[in-house]
C-alpha cells in the first residue's frame, strides 16, 4: 500500500453520477457520456488492483434508472451487455471475479444471461471482487431480505444485524469503509442503505467519465484522514 494511504479500506463504493451533465456540456448525446463512462470504470477497476484494494462496487442502474426515456433506459441495457462481453477475458485474467447485485429477472434475457456467464467463468477470482449494482435498490433489497427471512421461517429472536446481512445481496462483501459519489451531489439515492451506515462519505464534483486514477487516490486519502468513532468518543 502507497504510504500516503495511511489507512486502505478494503471496500470501495462508488456512485458514478454525472454521465450526463458530462455530455451536455459538450454538446453531446447523453448516450456518449455513458459510452465514456465505462472508459471511466476500466480505469478505476485497473487502480484498484494497482492500490491493492479487494472490493470496488459501482452504482450503475438503480431501480428508479427505468423511469428514464426509453431510449436511454435501452442504450444502457445494449452498453452494459458489450462491456460484460467484451472485458470478461481480460477482467479473468488479471485475477477480478465479478458479481452482480439487484435483480437480473426484469432484465432483457440476454443480458441476464451474460451477466450470469461472467460471474460463473470468475467465481474462483481472489484479486479484487469487482460487483456491480445494476437494476438495484437498497429498498427492494431490503424487501427481498424480509420475504426470504420469513420464507425460511426464521424466529423473531434470532433475526439480528448478522442474520439480515447474510440475507442481502451483499451477504459475502464488507461493508464499504469509502463510499465515492462523483458530480457533487450529496444523496444516496437508494444506494447500500443497510451496508453504509459507517461508511466514510467522500463527495467530488468530478463527472464520472472524468473520474480517474489520480481523483481515486485524492478519495482514498482523505478517507485514510478521517476519525471512524462508531458512536465513541475517539478512534485512538
Ligand atoms: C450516471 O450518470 C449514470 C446512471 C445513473 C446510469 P447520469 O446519467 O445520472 O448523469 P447526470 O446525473 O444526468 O449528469
Ligand atoms: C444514482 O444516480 C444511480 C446510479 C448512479 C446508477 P442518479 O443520477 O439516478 O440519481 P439521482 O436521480 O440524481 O438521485
Ligand atoms: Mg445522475
Same mark, same amino acid.
Given at each position: 500500500?502507497?504510504?500516503?494511504?495511511?489507512?486502505?479500506?478494503?471496500?470501495?463504493?462508488?456512485?458514478?453520477?454525472?454521465?450526463?451533465?458530462?455530455?451536455?456540456?459538450?454538446?453531446?448525446?447523453?448516450?456518449?457520456?455513458?459510452?465514456?463512462?465505462?472508459?471511466?470504470?476500466?480505469?478505476?477497476?485497473?487502480?484498484?488492483?494497482?492500490?491493492?484494494?479487494?472490493?470496488?462496487?459501482?452504482?450503475?442502474? /438503480?431501480?428508479?434508472?427505468?423511469?428514464?426515456?426509453?431510449?436511454?433506459?435501452?442504450?444502457?441495457?445494449?452498453?452494459?451487455?458489450?462491456?460484460?462481453?467484451?472485458?470478461?477475458?481480460?477482467?479473468?485474467?488479471?485475477?477480478?471475479?465479478?458479481?452482480?447485485?439487484?435483480?437480473?429477472? /426484469?432484465?432483457?434475457?440476454?443480458?441476464?444471461?451474460?451477466?450470469?456467464?461472467?460471474?460463473?467463468?470468475?467465481?474462483?477470482?481472489?484479486?479484487?471482487?469487482?460487483?456491480?449494482?445494476?437494476?438495484?435498490?437498497?429498498?427492494?433489497?431490503?424487501?427481498?431480505?424480509?420475504?426470504?427471512?420469513?420464507?425460511?421461517?426464521?424466529?423473531?429472536?434470532?433475526?439480528?444485524?448478522?442474520?439480515?446481512?447474510?440475507?442481502?445481496?451483499?451477504?459475502?462483501?464488507?461493508?464499504?469503509?469509502?463510499?465515492?459519489?462523483?458530480?457533487?451531489?450529496?444523496?444516496?439515492?437508494?444506494?447500500?442503505?443497510?451496508?453504509?451506515?459507517?461508511?466514510?462519505?467522500?463527495?467530488?464534483?468530478?463527472?464520472?467519465?472524468?473520474?480517474?486514477?489520480?481523483?481515486?487516490?485524492?478519495?482514498?486519502?482523505?478517507?485514510?484522514?478521517?476519525?471512524?468513532?462508531?458512536?465513541?468518543?475517539? /478512534?485512538?
Amino acid at each position: 500500500m502507497p504510504e500516503e494511504f495511511k489507512k486502505l479500506p478494503t471496500h470501495i463504493a462508488i456512485i458514478m453520477d454525472g454521465n450526463g451533465r458530462w455530455a451536455t456540456a459538450r454538446g453531446l448525446p447523453r448516450a456518449e457520456g455513458h459510452r465514456v463512462g465505462t472508459e471511466a470504470v476500466r480505469r478505476v477497476v485497473r487502480s484498484c488492483i494497482d492500490f491493492g484494494i479487494k472490493y470496488l462496487t459501482i452504482y450503475a442502474f /438503480s431501480t428508479e434508472n427505468w423511469a428514464r426515456p426509453q431510449e436511454e433506459v435501452n442504450g444502457l441495457m445494449m452498453l452494459l451487455e458489450t462491456v460484460v462481453v467484451n472485458e470478461l477475458d481480460e477482467l479473468h485474467r488479471e485475477g477480478v471475479r465479478i458479481q452482480h447485485i439487484g435483480r437480473l429477472e /426484469s432484465l432483457p434475457a440476454g443480458l441476464g444471461a451474460k451477466i450470469k456467464k461472467a460471474v460463473e467463468v470468475t467465481r474462483n477470482n481472489q484479486r479484487l471482487v469487482f460487483t456491480i449494482a445494476w437494476n438495484y435498490g437498497g429498498r427492494d433489497e431490503i424487501i427481498c431480505a424480509i420475504q426470504n427471512i420469513i420464507k425460511d421461517g426464521i424466529a423473531p429472536e434470532n433475526v439480528t444485524e448478522e442474520l439480515v446481512s447474510g440475507y442481502l445481496f451483499t451477504s459475502n462483501s464488507p461493508d464499504p469503509e469509502l463510499l465515492i459519489r462523483t458530480s457533487g451531489e450529496q444523496r444516496l439515492s437508494n444506494f447500500l442503505l443497510w451496508q453504509t451506515a459507517y461508511s466514510e462519505w467522500v463527495v467530488t464534483p468530478v463527472f464520472w467519465p472524468d473520474f480517474d486514477k489520480e481523483d481515486l487516490r485524492k478519495a482514498i486519502i482523505e478517507y485514510g484522514n478521517r476519525d471512524r468513532r462508531f458512536g465513541k468518543v475517539s /478512534s485512538k
